[in-house]
């Protein structure tokens, strides 16, 4: 089956700076990749997604890249705000009906 | 609206006891899941409704058992639980769970301690 690896597990940045986040996935009929933000108390939140036909896609201050020959994607957060403080998870999907996560990055946006 | 709901937000019960999580949407979604999450972890998959059938049972135990009463609605019941079931159980939905044409939109959860 499916297998997300994701990393770094905590990451801290200087508020204003830039966060990134990388994930790999095991199969390559995975075709369907999510970004979720989980605050303290609630469920995750979608922020961004990028397909396989797609190698890029950007919304305001986060972007997300696919290298589906190389099984990476990666989340860019630019700009970092102190809201951005929270726990993010990036996800892989085969056919639809699965969605894997991968084990989370917990971000610390420092002052 | 994106919005699913779950209910109750917070359920204390004891091994005995039967209660029910319910979830809703009214997005038109065919497809929607259960998923159980402990602290510090990711959400682990538990079942899956497309078009109101069961599709996936993740090997769940059977004191969980999911319902699907229509399009819109998302029921688990649980009986007989253990403490280590206490978690954050979330409900998402998706627009088909075929071919990953659409994103899944989740709930705020329900926390559940089992005592």
């Known amino acids: 089956g499916e297998n997300v690896e994701q990393h770094p597990s905590t990451l801290s940045v200087q508020e204003g700076d830039s966060a990134v986040i990388k994930c790999t996935y095991s199969?390559?009929?995975?075709?369907?990749f999510p970004w979720y933000k989980q605050e303290l108390g609630k469920g995750p939140q979608l922020i961004i997604d990028i397909r396989s036909n797609v190698g890029e896609k950007k919304d305001q201050r986060i972007a997300v890249t696919l290298n589906k020959t190389a099984k990476h994607f990666s989340l860019h957060i630019t700009e970092t705000q102190p809201e951005d403080s929270a726990v993010y998870f990036c996800a892989a999907s085969i056919m639809g009906d699965k969605i894997i996560f991968g084990k989370g990055t917990r971000l610390h946006i420092l002052p | 609206d994106t919005e699913v709901t779950q209910t109750p937000k917070h359920l204390v019960m004891g091994m005995t006891n039967k209660k029910s999580l319910k979830c809703e949407q009214h997005m038109g979604h065919r497809a929607m899941y259960w998923y159980k999450q402990k602290a510090k972890k990711p959400p682990e998959l538990m079942f899956v409704y497309s078009y109101e059938k069961l599709s996936i049972n993740e090997s769940v135990p059977s004191r969980f058992s999911p319902e699907c009463p229509n399009s819109s609605l998302l029921n688990l019941h649980l009986h007989a639980l253990q403490p280590e079931d206490s978690a954050l159980y979330l409900c998402?939905?998706?627009?088909?769970?075929?071919?990953?044409?659409?994103?899944?939109?989740f709930g705020q959860g329900t926390r559940l301690t089992v005592v």
């Open positions: 199969d390559s009929a995975s075709n369907y």
């Open positions: 998402a939905s998706s627009q088909e769970a075929l071919e990953g044409k659409s994103e899944a939109f």
